[in-house]
T-cell receptor
Framework: DTGVSQDPRHKITKRGQNVTFRCDPI?????LYWYRQTLGQGPEFLTY????????KSRLLSDRFSAERPKGSFSTLEIQRTEQGDSAMYLCASSPGDRAGTFGSGTRLTVV | GDSVTQMEGPVTLSEEAFLTINCTYTATGYPSLFWYVQYPGEGLQLLLK?????DKGSNKGFEATYRKETTSFHLEKGSVQVSDSAVYFCALSDRGGATNKLIFGTGTLLAVQP
């Protein structure tokens, strides 16, 4: 059990570019969550997967954001046409059912 | 909707001082309550949790009691150390909901001076 892994740790991109982040959950954790954390704030829920099914999306997840979890294993979060307001820490968490989630170290996105 | 309110920081204490970080919540269901800790540049680590009224969560000298009557889950530690310096987040999860997603407070920065 190596914990939740996120890649990359840091990403700097120019406004208008597309970016993709990856999350590898703890093996056999069927639940996977994405959160966004801006400076000085607590994490905010973005989306939730149970196995490969995306069961809930926050209103924060505009149509420029898309997330997938093929085969119920790793997950990707893509942001298209990035804006400066997308600069944040993107956190992934996984859990084995109805238990507290384990968080990864996050991907810090800076849009310049 | 559900929400969490925690005291603003920073909280600055001397080593071995007593710590209290206040947290109150609003929820329509019967939430589980959590404290997470975030060290600089890292993700969140679960510190402790409580799943029902009057439960006390404890870990590493920290403790918090689920108070339904006051809708509170205050974090306490009897003697803080420099290594406890971090940001602390109170959170709730609605166990009646399908996702068990977490709703966080804004965080409280704790700085412990030697």
């Amino acid at each position: 059990d190596t914990g939740v892994s996120q890649d990359p740790r840091h990403k700097i991109t120019k406004r208008g570019q597309n970016v993709t982040f990856r999350c590898d959950p703890i093996s056999e954790h069927n639940r996977l969550y994405w959160y966004r954390q801006t400076l000085g704030q607590g994490p905010e829920f973005l989306t939730y997967f149970q196995n490969e099914a995306q069961l809930e999306k926050s209103r924060l997840l505009s149509d420029r954001f898309s997330a997938e979890r093929p085969k119920g294993s790793f997950s990707t979060l893509e942001i298209q046409r990035t804006e400066q307001g997308d600069s944040a820490m993107y956190l992934c968490a996984s859990s084995p059912g109805d238990r507290a989630g384990t968080f990864g170290s996050g991907t810090r996105l800076t849009v310049v | 909707g559900d929400s969490v309110t925690q005291m603003e920081g920073p909280v600055t204490l001397s080593e071995e001082a007593f710590l209290t970080i206040n947290c109150t919540y609003t929820a329509t269901g019967y939430p589980s309550l959590f404290w997470y800790v975030q060290y600089p540049g890292e993700g969140l680590q679960l510190l402790l949790k409580a799943t029902k009224a009057d439960d006390k969560g404890s870990n590493k000298g920290f403790e918090a009691t689920y108070r339904k009557e006051t809708t509170s889950f205050h974090l306490e530690k009897g003697s803080v150390q420099v290594s406890d310096s971090a940001v602390y987040f109170c959170a709730l999860s609605d166990r009646g909901g399908a996702t068990n997603k977490l709703i966080f407070g804004t965080g409280t920065l704790l700085a412990v001076q030697p």
